[in-house]
């Protein structure tokens, strides 16, 4: 069972533009919404992360929105490059367990 | 820092075949985790570990066993392999549960 929907499951943004991807969850018990990061052939990466006791979360272009009355959180790549393109993971989880994680989006930046 | 070494990096089995994928930690994370990466379905935890001696079961354990024997190491076995297991694997690890995972380059695994 899926606790964490994550849409689109691509994306393609010029450069400069703004990419954003969305995520839902079901647990409210969630308390750690991380996003990772996924260039080809490597590992995903830790990017920025929010906890929900703040509604966003800035780190350079890249930004969180968190609403906890919807469920739902968001990440936004502000000055999308195409070093940006990659995929991209939300997850959530509660504190001493294990990450969830939404389904990916690949995101293109076309130059 | 080597953080977290998986090996091979490449591999096809054939149906039935049995085979280990290694992950090791030089980090002293108390925490380890496998996933298989599926296009569209995300990673998908396949088993983990607390720690060197505790192991449990993730959502897709069928088919895979694993063991924690050390803090470093934790190794992935598939006992009879099925081309359903072709995926690609991520081991990770974290100081404890419920912190930041890093990951491994991961193994690419095709099963014929």
Redesign the interface.
Known sequence: QQQVKQSPQSLIVQKGGISIINCAYENTAFDYFPWYQQFPGKGPALLIAIRPDVSEKKEGRFTISFNKSAKQFSLHIMDSQPGDSATYFCAAQTSGSRLTFGEGTQLTVNP | NAG?TQTPKFQVLKTGQSMTLQCAQDMNHEYM?W?RQDP??????IH?SVGAGITDQ?EVPNGYNVSRSTTEDFPLRLLSAAPSQTSVY?C?SSYI??T???????TRLTVV
């Open positions: 977290v985790s996933y569209g379905m995300g990673l998908r935890l983990y993730g991520f990770a549960i419920g930041e995972a890093f990951f491994g380059q991961g």
